[in-house]
Antibody
Framework: EAHLVESGGDLVQPGGSLRLSCAVS????????MDWVRQAPGKGLEWVGR??????????EFAASVKGRFTISRDESKNSLYLQMNSLRTEDTAVYFC?????????????WGQGTLVTVSS | DIQMTQSPSTLSASVGDRVTITCRAS??????LAWYQQKPGKAPKVLIY???SLESGVPSRFSGSASGTEFTLTISGLQPDDFATYYC?????????FGGGTKVEIK
């Protein structure tokens, strides 16, 4: 059974940086696309970005709102996914979820972590 | 970007009711659509993928259908555990986008 656990959420000042982690278990990490999705307080879901699987060279895609500020990486040896967030803005305040792509380029998200809260405020 | 227009935004219903939520895509997404259920303070959970495939373990009262760019989630016989917020999501093209959500409340 797939299991995903996020960590690293914190209070950070505008302009600051933060790295979120997502530890995964129960499946072959390198086979799957992995995504980050966020949810601002009281709002809906917003896709942040994706890292593709090993066959696709772990290529990344991002939402326009974070492109150039956020990067996604993965460490296969640690079964961990990361979201590096730079130049943070107040509008980046949200619960950040990592999610597993079911399979292939047109994957829905079949497993999610519990989320970690990022608050950007002075 | 592909816009996903979900309606209604709020729905009041009673236990046992048949409930229908609609999501319209702004362009063709080849039925690459998923439905999620989210309860307060929890992560979303997938119910339906590829527009009409039922996720393993999800009760059969949930079903999905598609007609062109219009997609429907139906709950046949609402149960107390179904009061939650539901989101559609297109998986066809970047950026991946979600509908605005439908909150199903107790009438």
């Amino acid at each position: 059974e797939a299991h995903l656990v996020e960590s690293g959420g914190d209070l950070v000042q505008p302009g600051g940086s933060l790295r979120l982690s997502c530890a995964v278990s129960g499946f072959t990490f390198s086979d799957h696309y992995m995504d980050w999705v966020r949810q601002a307080p009281g709002k809906g879901l917003e896709w942040v970005g994706r890292t593709k699987n090993k066959d696709e060279g772990y290529a990344t895609e991002f939402a326009a709102s974070v492109k150039g500020r956020f990067t996604i990486s993965r460490d296969e040896s640690k079964n961990s996914l990361y979201l590096q967030m730079n130049s943070l803005r107040t509008e980046d305040t949200a619960v950040y979820f990592c999610a597993r792509g079911r399979g292939g380029a047109y994957s829905d998200f079949d497993n999610w972590g519990q989320g970690t809260l990022v608050t950007v405020s002075s | 970007d592909i816009q996903m227009t979900q309606s209604p935004s709020t729905l009041s219903a009673s236990v046992g009711d048949r409930v229908t939520i609609t999501c319209r895509a702004s362009q063709n997404i080849n039925s690459r659509l998923a439905w999620y259920q989210q309860k307060p303070g929890k992560a979303p959970k997938v119910l339906i993928y590829k527009a009409s495939s039922l996720e393993s373990g999800v009760p059969s009262r949930f079903s999905g259908s598609a007609s062109g760019t219009e997609f429907t989630l139906t709950i046949s016989g609402l149960q107390p555990d179904d009061f939650a917020t539901y989101y559609c999501q297109q998986c066809h093209k970047y950026p991946l986008t979600f509908g605005g959500g439908t909150k199903v409340e107790i009438k």
